[in-house]
């Protein structure tokens, strides 16, 4: 059966050649197109870096990516096995001063991902831009906001990462500022509930399970009823990176098994994908 992977990341940690086998194999699963999210914008300074990524994927991270200046797209379509891809401009480490977006527009992306972790992430191992860039919380409010509108003008989906735990508000406000807006909120938002709430009240809300992995193994029936309940709003996402490809193998399987004989399965794997991307 065919699919489309919502979640994946542009970073490896060792050469690209070593995993173009494993790709391969995706393709002849029905990979039919990801959304890769791409470091077009980065510090030149790994450990400040490595400070907004979760610490679980420091070791699927080569540290030297950053110290060289952000791969073209043109490169990483060279590098990649990845059929349609979708560029996402992953945005968390831009600031008031490198936050226009048309330069990445013109340069082939397609798409924003936003990482909002306006205060430190204890859960996650991330500072946060208040303590990586001294950055208060009203200013983080303001570039986001900022960001979205550029998105919104640019005819761009978004990727939005936020805890609906902390910042419901401020996500409800994003998406009544952007209407036609395609919002993609990863991981379930981290809330099943408050998740279903936005999916009802926003149409132009989804939402993946990138991540969610191994709580879904622990409560596999908690989460297909969420899946089967909002089925035309969620996405098959794995949040792998390109040196990470069995973790999308991994997820292939239990997608595939958990909504077997389901016609959620499809809409899931590949049809809300395609409601968001024209792969």
């Given at each position: 059966m065919n699919f489309c992977d919502a979640h994946v990341h542009a970073l490896w940690a060792n050469e690209m050649n070593r995993n173009q086998e494993a790709w391969r194999s995706l393709l002849s699963r029905g990979l039919e197109s990801a959304a890769l999210i791409v470091m077009g914008h980065h510090l030149m300074d790994p450990k400040r870096c490595l400070q907004l990524i979760p610490s679980e994927y420091h070791q699927a991270v080569d540290p030297d990516f950053f110290r060289c200046k952000p791969l073209s797209l043109q490169v990483i379509r060279q590098k990649v096995q990845v059929p349609a891809p979708i560029f996402y401009l992953d945005s968390r480490y831009l600031t008031p001063d490198t936050a226009d977006l048309k330069r990445f527009a013109l340069a082939g992306y397609q798409g924003l991902k936003l990482l909002y972790v306006p205060e430190e992430d204890r859960a996650n191992g991330m500072v946060g831009w208040d303590n990586l860039f001294g950055r208060g919380k009203k200013e983080?409010?303001?570039?986001?906001?900022?960001?979205?509108?550029?998105?919104?003008?640019?005819?761009?989906?978004?990727?939005?990462?936020?805890?609906?735990?902390?910042?419901?508000?401020?996500?409800?406000?994003?998406?009544?500022?952007?209407?036609?807006?395609?919002?993609?909120?990863?991981?379930?938002?981290?809330?099943?509930?408050?998740?279903?709430?936005?999916?009802?009240?926003?149409?132009?809300?989804?939402?993946?399970?990138?991540?969610?992995?191994?709580?879904?193994?622990?409560?596999?029936?908690?989460?297909?009823?969420?899946?089967?309940?909002?089925?035309?709003?969620?996405?098959?996402?794995?949040?792998?990176?390109?040196?990470?490809?069995?973790?999308?193998?991994?997820?292939?399987?239990?997608t595939s098994s958990l909504l077997q004989g389901k016609p959620a399965l499809q809409k899931v794997l590949s049809g809300n994908y395609k409601r968001i991307h024209k792969p």
């Open positions: 983080s409010e303001e570039l986001t906001a900022s960001l979205v509108e550029q998105a919104a003008a640019l005819g761009w989906p978004v990727i939005l990462h936020a805890d609906l735990n902390r910042y419901l508000d401020f996500v409800t406000a994003l998406l009544q500022s952007s209407p036609k807006t395609p919002f993609l909120i990863p991981h379930f938002g981290f809330t099943r509930k408050r998740m279903a709430g936005l999916l009802e009240r926003f149409p132009q809300c989804f939402t993946d399970f990138s991540s969610l992995l191994p709580f879904m193994l622990e409560k596999p029936k908690a989460y297909k009823e969420f899946i089967l309940t909002h089925q035309d709003r969620v996405l098959f996402g794995t949040d792998a990176t390109l040196g990470w490809p069995q973790m999308v193998e991994e997820y292939l399987s239990f």
